[in-house]
């Protein structure tokens, strides 16, 4: 039984490694993506979108299979849920002094 | 006392205390760097004209840069796997390989500081060259913590492996989230900075 749960475990991880490796070669060619769109001298409210969308996704499959959050607990995602939420925030302070910041005046 | 909570998970959290430990520690670590994100679009945005990043800074580096810190990235979670695998000698290797990256990024990013500096380009000379410097500056300190972690780990604390190699597996996970954060980080400087 000791030996099943060991070969198990280790077929397992190799599981992991597999999705590691596709992992790594889909940021490699998204970071060739980013770079080649940039050349293309989009009008900025189109290059920031583009450029910070495949940067999330990017981020998104560091935080999902390197960083395992895929499989964490529930007492994790609470504590990054909070996070998001004051990060949103933060990131829409600059938002507020638009047009001189006349609403919040 | 030992410490508790280090391989066994607190009933009441489910994880042990180092996971706990690390997320909230990256937690106060989105808000650091988001405070600055938060500077450079209120600067940006209040900025009459704002320089394209490419036509100061030196994009082919920085796309080798990203490539170098995302290799880390993964040769840092093999370390971990390796551990998993029971295979020490075969997470040295891992190990080694990460602190080596990171490294090479440093070494990368000095060379582009240099050269700025050399022609005369420092964060006293615009908003846009102070953000760079900045958010650039912060995250190289955040590469050299990661590196220092690593390297103990690598080398003298690799010995708990010996007596507890369930603890230290768990030590390495922790020191593997900080440095896949600061890989997280670097995917949307790269861009913000550099590209745009």
């Known amino acids: 039984m000791q030996a099943s749960t060991t070969t198990d475990h280790a077929a397992d991880i190799d599981k992991h490694v597999r999705i590691y490796i596709t992992v790594f070669v889909t940021l490699m060619v998204l970071t060739i993506v980013t770079v080649a769109i940039s050349r293309f001298h989009l009008p900025v409210p189109i290059a920031v979108s583009v450029a910070l969308f495949v940067a999330t996704v990017k981020g998104t499959l560091v935080a999902c299979y390197f960083m395992h959050l895929l499989s964490e607990k529930k007492l994790i995602y609470a504590v990054l849920a909070l996070t998001a939420a004051f990060f949103v925030v933060l990131l829409s302070l600059p938002v507020l002094t638009v047009h001189d910041g006349f609403w919040i005046r | ?196």
């Open chain 2, 1 to 196: 006392m030992d410490i508790p909570y280090t391989v066994e998970v607190r009933p009441d959290t489910g994880l042990t205390n180092g996971k706990i430990g690390i997320w909230l520690f990256l937690a106060s670590e989105v808000m650091l760097f988001g405070a600055l994100f938060a500077s450079y679009i209120l600067i940006r945005t209040g900025a009459t004209t704002w320089p394209r990043g490419d036509t100061i800074l030196n994009v082919p580096l920085a796309t080798f840069n990203t490539i170098v810190l995302i290799s880390s990235s993964v040769t840092m979670v093999m370390a971990w796997a390796s551990l998993k695998r029971n295979r020490f000698g075969t997470f040295r290797m891992y190990m080694g390989a990460t602190i080596l990256l990171g490294g090479v990024f440093l070494v990368v990013k000095y060379f582009e500081y240099s050269h700025k500096f050399e022609l005369g380009l420092f964060p006293s000379t615009n908003n846009f060259l102070a953000i760079y410097f900045t958010l650039t500056g912060l995250h190289m300190l955040h590469v050299i913590g990661g590196m220092a972690v690593n390297a103990y780990f690598w080398g003298p604390g690799a010995k708990l492996w010996k007596t507890n190699p369930e603890w230290f597996t768990n030590r390495v996970e922790h020191s593997g989230l900080f440095w896949h954060f600061v890989d997280l980080v670097w995917i949307f400087l790269f861009p913000t900075l550099y590209l745009l």
